[in-house]
């Protein structure tokens, strides 16, 4: 039966060598990717969905296992939080809309902070009724991190 074992939760996920980015301890790309296509198309059915998109100059094993511990630390257990490669980090915020996002991204800012050698760059996009697949929200978040990446670093949003 379903209740005579405890539920495993995402620090068993996260470990298994399958799904999780050696370099910085948190969810590797396949991860958020198995994820994020699923918890899609529960957006379109009315549950908010926010992605936070960060790109760092870090590129060190060291930088990265600090930078992956403070995402973790400053997310919430139902946030997903994953490594894509090339100082390049995502939340997948299932519940929360842009504003949750905002405050996602304000405290990752707070958190990392003196740590990169350069500037940070924060894009945030939230899904919309009009994306029909999981590459809209992707692209949507891509383009508000190019504007952030373009002013020379800070956050950016829709609106």
Request: glycine share 14%; hydrophobic share 45%; charged share 20%.
């Given at each position: 039966m379903l209740g005579e074992r405890p539920m495993l939760g995402r620090e068993h996920a996260?470990?298994?060598?399958?799904?999780?980015?050696?370099?910085?301890?948190?969810a590797n790309r396949l991860h958020?990717?198995?994820?994020?296509?699923?918890?899609?198309?529960?957006?379109?059915?009315?549950?908010?969905l926010t992605l936070v998109l960060a790109a760092t100059s870090v590129t060190d094993l060291g930088g990265l296992r600090v930078l992956g511990e403070k995402f973790q630390s400053c997310t919430r257990a139902s946030d997903l939080v994953a490594y894509l490669g090339e100082g390049r980090f995502i939340l997948l915020l299932f519940g929360s809309n842009t504003s949750g996002g905002r405050v996602a991204a304000d405290r990752i800012e707070t958190a990392i902070h003196g740590l990169t050698p350069g500037p940070v760059s924060i894009g945030i996009a939230s899904y919309?009724?009009?994306?029909?697949?999981?590459?809209?929200?992707?692209?949507?978040v891509d383009r508000m991190l190019r504007v952030?990446?373009?002013?020379?670093?800070?956050?950016?949003?829709?609106g």
């Open positions: 996260i470990g298994h060598p399958v799904l999780t980015d050696a370099s910085t301890g948190l958020f990717e198995l994820v994020f296509s699923y918890v899609f198309h529960g957006a379109g059915r009315g549950v908010p919309t009724a009009d994306m029909k697949e999981s590459a809209d929200l992707l692209e949507a952030a990446e373009a002013a020379g670093g800070g956050i950016e949003m829709p």
